[in-house]
């Protein structure tokens, strides 16, 4: 910006002109580095299914 404009800005100017302009910042979910995507798929479809009953309603 400062070569563009000969002004120095600081980033929340900037990202606040973009969220104005409909952009919004983005990042991927978090992920383990030593996950491993193969095991996680196999206890996917060696688990047993999840239940879809809820508990019960009402107050204490």
Same mark, same amino acid.
Do not use: C, N, V, W
């Given at each position: 910006? *400062? /070569?563009?404009? =000969?002004? #120095?800005?600081?980033?929340?100017?900037?990202?606040?002109?973009? %969220? *104005?302009? =409909?952009? $919004?910042?983005?990042v991927?979910?978090?992920? %383990? $580095? #030593? $996950?491993? =995507?193969?095991a996680? *798929? $196999?206890? #996917? #479809?060696?688990?047993?299914? /999840?239940s879809?009953? /809820? +508990?019960?309603? +009402? +107050?204490?």
């Open positions: 910006m *400062e /070569r563009e404009l =000969g002004k #120095k800005l600081s980033l929340y100017p900037i990202y606040r002109l973009l %969220h *104005e302009m =409909g952009f $919004a910042l983005r991927p979910r978090p992920r %383990h $580095a #030593k $996950a491993d =995507g193969e996680q *798929e $196999a206890f #996917k #479809k060696t688990s047993p299914p /999840r879809r009953r /809820r +508990g019960p309603r +009402g +107050g204490r």
